[in-house]
């Protein structure tokens, strides 16, 4: 355990003079926490900020593919100055878009970090709590991660949290013996996870200044997939008030839960690749080698585990069993999680369109019409787009539409980022990528200078800037209210609408709504999809 006055003690025994620093000021005095003491820092802005504060045991040894347990107390101080290790996975070249420098990796991961306004809040008027639950294909991610930070909306009056979760083969794999030792399911531990991080914030947020009373739960891509099964799952109720889902929903037969046969199944097939005699003996192997060995078996990784994942989350909505609250939800222009392949020309785009939709295809050809190479190429861009993510969103809009008695409100984000001249990326084409799978992400959040943090890739403009902060504004009211404001209507089924994300701004309809019923049983896609760009 890391002692608060450590750091001051070396301080005043040291001797010479002190190489340059950025000075922070701990931030005093530490908070009290069901598991003890908690010390902070004051950055350089005013926000105060708690880094890798533990919220569960670690998932280690005995624990491993075990639900998250409670943290053992400690005595004195826990210095919480600094982020903890991102959950084992697979690492990150520092020539890909969204590269934030290296960090450690570890089985210890689940710790949460916490950004607060520089000042308590006034007696009786906690400030609303924003929940982040990073996105990553549930393969990757970190809460940590420099466009996830949470000071920018810290100093605006929000109490910002960022939770770790368990991915890849460590925090999503079901397996039969898994099943028994759990008395009848397995798999899902990441979403466990993201629940018990979620507990923590409720029984400890107010001494952050936080109202445990209005906790808003927001993810992209993965992350937006587990709010909404969070959304659908009777575990989560009562541990958040409000939802917003970017770009990622359960819903729909691409991401919809394996069956836990079909789940044991896969679990079967890692031990297989592994070589391992038993789940004991895969609990003796280091992690590392676990991660690279069972890279290659291809799993769902959230399964129907009749605990946290009881049923298909639109069969939850349907029966207006979800947590009935205030739901903003959206996705970007130019995301797919699925490719029609190479489009040069109308008949390239014609016969993709074939061969995807050949029950539907001249409906779809009408509905995404296309004359010119020009057209066709952005007309496959729609489809790729609504077959996934505008189909999982419009889904996610109806679902608590028709049952649910709190209000929906949709965005569809279209800048495109103004990249610096001849800035190249192994993962990512500035030239054609127009607004990615997660390019919303740094103007919700108010870190566009994270994408500039190690090499200059963007030249934002006054305009991203004032984006940025209408975005912000936008989450903030939502977060306090329920209602994003700034004349952003409901979404209703008379006339689905959504607030166009853009330097115009407005509300505009929801793009090509009448068509999306068209896309919804696309033929079987060769061997794995994934987004374009990495969360």
Sequence with gaps: MRAWWVALA???????????????????????????????????????????????????????????????AWQGVWNADRPAPECIQSLRGRTINHYFGEEATSEDCLYLNIWAPPAPPPAGKAYPVIVWIYGGGFNVGSASM????????????????????????????????????????????????????LQWVKRNIAGFGGDPGNVTIAGQSAGSMSVSLLQASPAARGLFQRVVGMSGGAFGGQMAPAPLNQ???????????????????????????????????????????????????QAIFAASAQSDVPTMIGFTRDESFRSLGPVHSVPDYEKAVRA???????????????????????????????????????????????????????YFFTRTHPYRPGVRFADHDPA?????????????????????????????????????????AHLLAFA?????GGGWTAWSPVRPRVRRLDVTGGMA???????????????????????????
């Design 10 to 72: 070396c301080a005043a025994l040291a001797t010479g003079p002190a190489p340059a620093q950025i000075v922070e000021r701990p931030a005093a005095p530490p908070v009290q926490t069901q598991a003890g003491l908690v010390a902070g820092k004051q950055l350089a802005s005013g926000v105060r900020a708690w880094l890798g504060v533990p919220f569960a045991a670690p998932p280690l040894r005995d624990l491993r593919w075990r639900d998250p347990q409670p943290r053992a």
């Design 146 to 197: 420099a466009n996830y930070a949470g000071e920018a909306l810290a100093a605006k009056g929000a109490v910002y949290v960022s939770i770790a979760y368990r991915v890849g083969v460590l925090g999503f794999l079901a397996h039969p013996a898994l099943s028994a030792e759990g008395g009848g399911g397995s798999g899902n531990y990441g979403l466990k996870d993201q629940i018990a991080g």
């Design 263 to 313: 789940a044991e199944a896969e679990g079967r097939a890692v031990q297989q690749a592994v070589d391992a005699p038993s789940i004991e003996a895969m609990r003796d192997m280091a992690a590392d080698r676990l991660v690279a060995l069972s890279a290659t078996v291809r799993r769902r990784p959230i399964v129907l585990d009749g605990r946290v994942v009881t049923q298909d989350p």
């Design 356 to 410: 995807t939709f050949p029950a539907t295809a001249e409906r779809v050809l009408a509905a995404y019409p296309a004359t010119s190479a020009e057209t066709a190429r952005r007309a496959a861009r729609d489809v790729e787009r609504d077959m996934t993510l505008g189909l999982q969103m419009a889904q996610w809009a109806k679902g608590q539409g028709a049952t649910g008695k709190a209000p929906v409100y949709a």
């Design 432 to 472: 054609t990528v127009g607004a990615y799978h997660t390019a919303d992400v740094p103007y919700w959040l108010g870190t566009l200078d994270s994408l500039n943090l190690f090499r200059p890739t963007r030249d934002w403009t006054a305009e991203d800037r004032a984006l940025s902060s209408r975005m912000t």
């Design 480 to 484: 306090r209210s329920g209602d994003p």
């Design 509 to 535: 309809d929801w793009p090509h709504w009448r068509a999306l019923p068209l896309l919804e049983n696309p033929a079987p896609a060769a061997p794995v999809e994934r987004p374009r760009v990495r969360d």
